[in-house]
């Protein structure tokens, strides 16, 4: 039997029972720091006697010094090597930072410890590889080109040295490389005796303000133009105010995405200068013309844009297509025509009346699937919306279809008018021809009878006939003339077909 330093009497054979202690011990004692250091000191002197009775040479034990613990000594240790490692790598940061200018800022107030402090003793006695010592390079390298006169070249011994050297000017470059931004990662190139060619140094150079360039682009398009759907920004900042005026209560999802805008559902707010629908729908038009760029020919030639127009803003131009949708739209009420009423309009944001109920758009007439009497009454309605368009709202809508006609309540709704031009337009026939041709083609394919045709159709609205050369070759000479509100905003230049000043040269 052998007896410990706890009082527990333990037997030799392994499969010996364990005596419990005469006396009951508290767990409070046994948890105690005292007692902790009491058993720790016990078993370092047993560790010693056992040494000192073995041949072998005696160990050195650290930390066993009456002052301190060994933790406590690693502890220190190891917090002596990270604040060496924080104040070198502050360093490398200050004269990554400075780099060759004359200003040079300092980073010593940030030290854990003064620069010449030393952390242990093992730190004096280092061996240091010359060769692999720590921005050697660096300090080399500019000894080097100090050394060398005004003149440009010195003599050691017979070799006539130069600034143009071939291993001077590597280690010059391998220098530079470490002053490119933080973001060109060159790694630790002042470590050791690395050389670079100009080439190489050019090539680096170029690459790095290619990247930063690259880096300010991406940052400014993510800022100013269109990014995720249109949600840009400024896009954001204009959703935010208009829902701090209460104009809206909250903005929804996206309800479709087309070429040149996005449409999101929103609550309508409770505001009291603006009447606001329970559901609205907002239109915002896309900050970039990447995907729609032949807006320039349904607003350049509009005389209620044509001094605004400029292809130098993109910004403006969306801003007046966005304008120009919220006018159309006004003559379509006031030709009490259905089409959404219009709520406000912040720059490219539209807020319009929610076509549709409980959050759910009315389907578009491509993808209703009506019967006979419904499908009639959706042609009916449309070539009378069509008529109404040309005589009561004076306009074109430039681009109808079964795409931009909604079906809501046994009634069709017009919407995405941004494009409609003035009946008076140079393009105007073009474009209302278009229209009665997918107007003719849509109802035809889905077996209507007695469908007009397109020339039949395009009769039925303007009341003119069709050339056989197709509508561009139809003179509004007699629109231009009798129009009396485009002569009050000075068109002194006007379009006149080649074919109509050959007749009339003909009948002088």
């Known amino acids: 039997m052998e007896s410990t330093g706890t009082g527990i009497s333990v037997s030799s054979c392994p499969w010996g029972k364990l005596q419990q202690p005469a006396e009951p011990v508290c767990l409070a004692d046994i948890m105690s720091e005292q007692l902790a250091n009491d058993l720790q000191a016990k078993e370092e002197e047993r560790y010693v006697d056992l040494v000192i009775e073995s041949p072998e040479p005696p160990v050195v034990v650290s930390g066993s010094s009456p002052d301190c613990d060994s933790d406590y000594a690693i502890a220190k240790a190891l917090q002596a090597q990270f604040d060496r490692e924080y104040d070198e790598t502050l360093k490398r940061s200050e004269d990554k930072f400075n780099g060759t200018s004359k200003v040079c800022v300092s980073f010593s107030n940030y030290r854990i410890a003064p620069e010449n402090t030393n952390y242990d003793s093992e730190s004096e006695h280092e061996e240091v590889d010359d060769k692999h010592r720590e921005w050697d390079s660096f300090v080399s390298s500019e000894k080097q080109f100090k050394s060398i006169p005004k003149c440009g070249y010195k003599k050691e011994g017979d070799t006539m040295v130069t600034k143009h050297d071939i291993a001077m ?54 800022e100013q133009a269109t990014s995720e759907l249109s949600v840009d920004p400024r896009t954001r900042l204009l959703l935010y105010k208009l829902v701090n005026q209460e104009v809206l209560d909250r903005v929804n999802g996206i309800l479709s995405t087309g070429k040149e805008a996005v449409v999101i559902h929103a609550d ?67 030709a009490k025509i259905n089409c959404p009423e219009v709520v ?29 009497a419904d499908l009639s009454l ?50 105007a026939l073009e474009f209302l021809f278009r229209d009665c041709t997918n107007i003719s083609t849509f109802f035809t394919k889905r077996g209507l009878p007695n469908v007009m045709i397109p020339e039949e159709l395009f009769k039925y609205v303007c009341g003119l006939d069709i050339a056989e050369d197709g509508p561009g070759a139809l003179g509004q000479v007699r629109d231009f003339e009798r129009n009396e509100e485009l002569l009050t905003h000075e068109q002194i230049e006007k379009i006149f077909p080649f074919d109509h000043c050959w007749e009339q040269s003909k009948n002088s």
């Open 169 to 222: 000017s590597g280690r010059r470059n391998a220098c530079r490389v470490m002053e490119f931004p933080p973001e060109f990662h060159t790694g630790d190139g002042g470590g050791f005796d690395m050389q670079l060619s100009n080439k190489v140094f050019n090539s680096l150079k170029i690459y790095s303000r290619n990247e930063q360039s690259r880096r300010n682009r991406l940052h400014d398009k993510s």
């Open 378 to 427: 959706a042609y009916e309605d449309t070539i009378e919306t069509m008529k109404k368009l040309y005589d009561d709202a004076h306009i074109v809508h430039a681009d109808l279809s079964e795409y931009n006609i909604l079906w809501h309540n046994g009634k069709c709704w017009y919407i995405d008018v941004s494009q409609a031009v003035e009946r008076n337009h140079p393009k």
């Open 268 to 334: 309508g707010g409770s505001s009291q200068e603006t009447v606001v629908p329970k559901e609205c729908a907002l239109k915002v038009f896309k900050t970039t013309l990447n995907e729609f760029k032949t807006r320039d020919k349904y607003i350049q030639d509009d005389f209620r844009f044509k001094d605004r127009f400029s292809k130098q803003n993109p910004r403006k131009i969306i801003h007046l297509w966005a304008e120009k949708e919220m006018h159309n739209l006004i003559r379509m009420q006031k």
């Open 344 to 372: 406000v309009l912040k720059k490219h944001v539209l807020v319009m009346s929610f076509i549709g109920e409980n959050h759910r758009p009315a389907p578009k007439l491509k993808d209703v699937m009506l019967k006979v």
